[in-house]
Antibody
Framework: QVQLQESGPGLVKPSETLSLTCGVS?????????WGWIRQPPGKGLEWIGS???????YCNPSLKSRVTISVDTSKNQFSLKLSSVTAADTAVYYC???????????WGKGTTVTVSS | QSALTQPPSASGSPGQSVTISCTGTSSDVGGYNYVSWYREHPGKAPKLMIY???KRPSGVPDRFSGSKSGNTASLTVSGLQAEDEADYYC??????????FGGGTKVTVL
């Protein structure tokens, strides 16, 4: 059974960089699929952040692209998200997910809450 | 403001059907058969219910069905059950390696 688990700081200061990691168990990232990040601000809907193919090719939401870095570490079977210059608007529950084709997600992590505040 | 438009709420009695719409443009919903639907219970991770407009993943009951007409995709839940009370989101491919989401629909089982 494939499982994904987000980890990282729950509190980030404004203007700093948000860093999250998604550990994958039950499946080897190097075997394929896309791996992505989605977020949900409090009381709002879901927003796609971006996805990375196991080979390293990335796709990002154009509205976030300038601040987003997604990377994959096949040796640790995990992938990561970095979001720079954060503001309060980046406060959200962040989910990682697996995508058989990057336009849909078939396995999701439980999500982690990140608050941007000084 | 979400790129795809969903009604904020929908409801039905147990055993009845409810249909949720997801309206976009010819650049996303209307242009590709890459619409997916997710069910989200409070505090839980979203669950894939439909992908590529009308395909059900293994384990999803056939009470859930998807369709598309023009720029509008729809999710129909037949035989409503208490567990179907949740938020439902649609996602569509929008070209140029971009995805767009709907704002979500809260389904209430009366």
């Amino acid at each position: 059974q494939v499982q994904l688990q987000e980890s990282g700081p729950g509190l980030v200061k404004p203007s700093e960089t948000l860093s999250l990691t998604c550990g994958v168990s039950g499946y080897s990232i190097s075997s394929g699929y896309y791996w992505g990040w989605i977020r949900q601000p409090p009381g709002k809907g879901l927003e796609w952040i971006g996805s990375i193919y196991h080979s390293g090719t990335t796709y990002c939401n154009p509205s976030l692209k300038s601040r987003v870095t997604i990377s994959v570490d096949t040796s640790k079977n995990q992938f990561s998200l970095k979001l720079s210059s954060v503001t309060a608007a980046d406060t959200a529950v962040y989910y990682c997910a697996r995508s058989p084709d990057y336009y849909y997600m078939d396995v999701w992590g439980k999500g982690t809450t990140v608050t941007v505040s000084s | 403001q979400s790129a795809l438009t969903q009604p904020p709420s929908a409801s039905g009695s147990p055993g009845q059907s409810v249909t949720i719409s997801c309206t976009g443009t010819s650049s996303d919903v209307g242009g590709y058969n890459y619409v997916s639907w997710y069910r989200e219970h409070p505090g839980k991770a979203p669950k894939l219910m439909i992908y590529e407009v009308n395909k059900r993943p293994s384990g999803v009951p056939d009470r859930f069905s998807g369709s598309k007409s023009g720029n509008t995709a729809s999710l129909t839940v037949s035989g409503l059950q208490a567990e179907d009370e949740a938020d439902y989101y649609c996602i569509s491919y929008a070209g140029s390696n971009n995805l767009v989401f709907g704002g979500g629909t809260k389904v209430t089982v009366l």
